[in-house]
């Protein structure tokens, strides 16, 4: 029986279950996943769980958890082992600032490039507000690759601020994102994370009927 439970929507489409189950891994949590579709039941279910009514929820003992950023303080508290915050002080600041900025931020990225990891498309017309937030993650991406020498944003392995950019870069292949090079190898580095592989391998054999819940992007 897994130590912990990780309540998510949907693989294909939900950035936000994408960020928490990365943490898990990453935290070496041993983390069953548990999917709400998005039929009212579930929906009712899900709000019980988790008052905000976001996804994903841990549940890890006596521990409830929701919130991405809230689930990567607690795991880098029990786990400190794991390595998910960077080192130095300074660091660590900046992955919390960037990391922050992504969670509370991007809206226009985020309705405008849904997150569908079965989809490409080609030619895809962007839209001002898009472009903007497309600069500035590229704008975060050089400054943190640069400082830290890549190949992930703070150095040799991913920490926290790497989950929360990992729907970005499903996001930049989907719609053919074009990008300067270094944030090209930045993107095709976290698509070859084995972690994604699997989530995405995952993304692949669900259910074309699963959809999104209304209240994420």
Known sequence: MAEATLTISSRNYSS??????????????????????????????????????????LTHGDVRVWDVLAIAQYLAEVRPQAGLLPESLPARAWSHAVSGEMH???????SALP???????????LWGGAQAD?????????EALR??????????RPVVADAMYAPVCTRFVT?????PPDCAAYRDTVMDWDLMRDWIAAAEDEPEEIEELDMEF
Not at 104 to 110: A, D, K, P, V, Y
Not at 119 to 124: G, N, S
């Open 147 to 156: 400082a830290h020498g890549g190949p992930y944003l703070f150095g040799a």
């Open 16 to 57: 936000w279950s994408l960020r928490g189950w990365l943490l898990c891994r990453m935290a070496g949590l041993d983390v069953a996943v548990e999917m709400l579709s998005g039929d009212p039941a579930s929906r009712a279910e899900l709000l019980h769980l988790s008052p905000s009514f976001l996804v994903p929820r």
């Open 104 to 110: 509370g931020g991007f809206i226009n990225l985020r």
């Open 134 to 142: 497309i600069a500035r993650v590229v704008e975060i991406w050089q």
């Open 175 to 179: 719609y053919g994102v074009a990008l």
């Open 115 to 125: 997150m569908n990891l079965r989809a490409r498309y080609t030619d895809f017309k």
